[in-house]
């Protein structure tokens, strides 16, 4: 099974959905959270973005060294590099003053 799931294909799927799947994950419990609490915004964008991708590339390296399946983590880790190229074009703006 796991050389079946070994692709880049695969891993391109699988990890820009779970980048989406983790961003809902984060925006709809911190929001829960907040909307209890009475308070504001516990993590600006920028920083939701950021964790998200910070825990990515952590599971990159979990496919990649400890469960060997490279062509997926290569996959995986295109996922992440196109999502941080995204960030970086639609935030430029706030960078450059």
Same mark, same amino acid.
């Given at each position: 099974?796991?050389?079946?799931?070994?692709?880049?294909?695969?891993?391109?799927?699988?990890?820009?959905?779970?980048?989406?799947?983790?961003?809902?994950?984060?925006?709809?419990? +911190?929001?829960?959270?907040? %909307?209890?609490? =009475? $308070? *504001?915004? @516990?993590?600006?964008?920028?920083?939701?973005? !950021?964790?998200?991708?910070?825990?990515?590339?952590?599971?990159?390296?979990?496919?990649? +060294?400890?469960?060997?399946? %490279?062509?997926? =983590? $290569? *996959?995986? @880790?295109?996922?992440?590099?196109?999502?941080? !190229?995204?960030?970086?074009?639609?935030?430029?703006?706030?960078?450059?003053?």
């Amino acid at each position: 099974m796991r050389d079946k799931l070994d692709n880049l294909i695969t891993g391109l799927l699988f990890g820009s959905s779970a980048i989406y799947l983790l961003y809902l994950l984060f925006e709809k419990g +911190i929001y829960i959270m907040l %909307h209890n609490n =009475g $308070k *504001g915004y @516990l993590l600006f964008p920028p920083r939701l973005q !950021l964790c998200i991708l910070v825990i990515m590339v952590i599971t990159m390296r979990l496919f990649m +060294i400890n469960l060997k399946m %490279h062509k997926f =983590g $290569k *996959g995986w @880790l295109a996922s992440v590099f196109i999502a941080a !190229l995204l960030y970086f074009y639609f935030v430029k703006d706030q960078f450059i003053k």
